[in-house]
């Protein structure tokens, strides 16, 4: 009995040593994130409403993914150590002023839809998709599994994008500039630093989850990357990209909404805003980014934006603003350095 609970032990504790390899922690991710966040703040829509509504859309999908993870559901990553501060009042959605067509997030406490994404939203239910499968990422633990780098580098390029107002500190730069043999890997590992084929497939099933589970329409979770394939985003064969193309993904979504069980019927609640307030907080937003000052430091914050990687609604692995905008921010990296 003894040897056997010793060799159950010796067991849990490789497996723990498995789970861990390559993977940062969560309190560092966060912490990174926070750093990233930094730098992104001044393109951070500060209006309450628009602020207000977006939180109540997130915070009725944490609720759910709360209730998920109670009962033990998600991937094994979600469970490989404590979940709690997924589901704590720290979390944010943001909305940031960016005509880049794009929702991304950091890992930690933040998630960001950018403004062109939600203009291009025809109804609430694109938009819960799109910060369903945000969290997802979250969920999943999808930049702790080897974003460890990934994100560092970009808190490179966020010290480029403030150029002047250290995000970091001198001790946190030095290490950033030290991973990987200096800032020229760094502007390609921004490249690479989107989720993975299998990150993005498992954000969509699991964002549909709670999203179905928070009220929105099954039928309607496709329908965003319907518009990107309409708006002629989906070029790039499967093959070559390593990332889903948005039409499997179309189709995926419409498996997951016939394999639903017939309680989910009873799941559909009314949207957070009707589409005439919808529409409403759509024009607030286009108006709102128009009296956003435009200074420098905005500019800096926008173009860290547009250097994100875009794989939550693109299989296009590099657009050219993006690489541009990488570019110049290793650059300004580097003479701040
Ligand atoms: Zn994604």
Request: include cysteine; proline fraction near 3%; hydrophobic fraction near 40%.
């Amino acid at each position: 009995m003894r040897l056997k609970s010793a060799l159950r032990m010796v067991l849990a504790v490789s497996l723990l040593a498995v789970l861990s390899v390559g993977c940062a922690s969560d309190r560092k991710v966060i912490d990174q994130a926070d750093q990233v966040h930094g730098s992104l703040e001044k393109a951070v829509i500060k209006d309450e409403v628009l602020a207000n509504y977006l939180q109540e859309v997130g915070d009725r999908i944490i609720e759910q993914a709360a209730k998920m993870s109670a009962d033990g559901k998600g991937p094994s990553k979600h469970f490989a150590t404590d979940n709690t501060w997924m589901f704590g009042e720290e979390m944010r959605f943001h909305f940031v002023n960016s005509k880049t067509l794009n929702a991304f997030t950091t890992g930690g406490e933040h998630m960001y839809i950018y403004t062109e994404l939600f203009l291009n939203c025809k109804s609430e239910d694109e938009l819960a998709a799109v910060v369903a499968h945000e969290f997802a990422h979250i969920y999943g633990r999808h930049v702790q599994k080897g974003m460890d780098n990934r994100l560092k580098v970009l808190a490179i390029a966020a010290g480029g994008a403030v150029a002047g107002a250290a995000v970091g500190g001198k001790d946190n730069w030095a290490e950033g500039a030290a991973i990987g043999g200096g800032l020229g890997l760094a502007g390609g590992s921004l490249l690479n630093m989107g989720f993975t084929r299998q990150d993005e497939a498992e954000a969509d099933k699991y964002g549909f989850r709670f999203y179905v589970r928070a009220g929105w329409d099954p039928e309607r979770f496709g329908d965003f990357f319907q518009s990107m394939i309409d708006k002629g985003y989906d070029k790039t064969p499967a093959i070559v990209s390593d990332h889903p193309t948005l039409r499997s993904r179309v189709e995926k979504a419409r498996e997951y909404a016939a394999e639903l069980p017939p309680e989910a019927a009873d799941w559909r609640r009314e949207p957070v805003a009707s589409a005439a307030r919808f529409r409403d907080l759509q024009a607030r937003a286009v108006q709102v980014g128009k009296n956003t000052p435009n200074d420098r430091s905005l500019e800096n914050s926008r173009e860290l934006l547009q250097a994100l990687p875009r794989s939550c609604v693109s299989p296009i692995p590099a657009f050219e603003d993006q690489v541009a905008a990488q570019q110049d921010l290793v650059k300004k990296a580097s003479e701040k350095k």
